[in-house]
Nanobody
Framework: LQLVESGGGLVQPGGSLRLSCAAS????????IGWFRQAPGKEREGLLC????????YYVDSVKGRFTISRDNAKNTVYLQMNSLKPEDTGVYYC?????????????????????WGQGTQVTVSS
């Protein structure tokens, strides 16, 4: 399963970015997908995920109300809309497939549970 992240860049505090996670070689339709972030000097952490039917689950309180995850199965892409960005949002953002329970709620594994990661996309929030 190959997922490719894009859309990062340099943005001023309070600004917005939309990241994309595009699937290559397979259909995202039946997969739950999550976004992870690795800030400088910190461990990678799971932020939020979206189930195969579009329900989202947040894992980090600091992004609630600012980050929104969505999916466009026709484009085989999951998005992360980031608003009101703060310097502490700086980091490399990765997407990964996640688990989903019988109620179609996405569940993010720990970063250490993954063997392979994409290149990610760098987000820098700075004035």
């Amino acid at each position: 399963l190959q997922l490719v992240e894009s859309g990062g860049g340099l943005v001023q505090p309070g600004g917005s970015l939309r990241l994309s996670c595009a699937a290559s070689g397979f259909s995202l339709d039946y997969f739950a997908i999550g976004w992870f972030r690795q800030a400088p000097g910190k461990e990678r952490e799971g932020l939020l995920c979206i189930s195969s039917i579009g329900g989202s689950t947040y894992y980090v309180d600091s992004v609630k109300g600012r980050f929104t995850i969505s999916r466009d199965n026709a484009k085989n892409t999951v998005y992360l809309q980031m608003n009101s960005l703060k310097p502490e949002d700086t980091g490399v953002y990765y997407c990964q497939h996640t688990r989903e329970n019988s109620q179609r709620v996405c569940i993010m594994p720990e970063p250490r549970d993954y063997n392979d990661w994409g290149q990610g996309t760098q987000v820098t929030v700075s004035s």
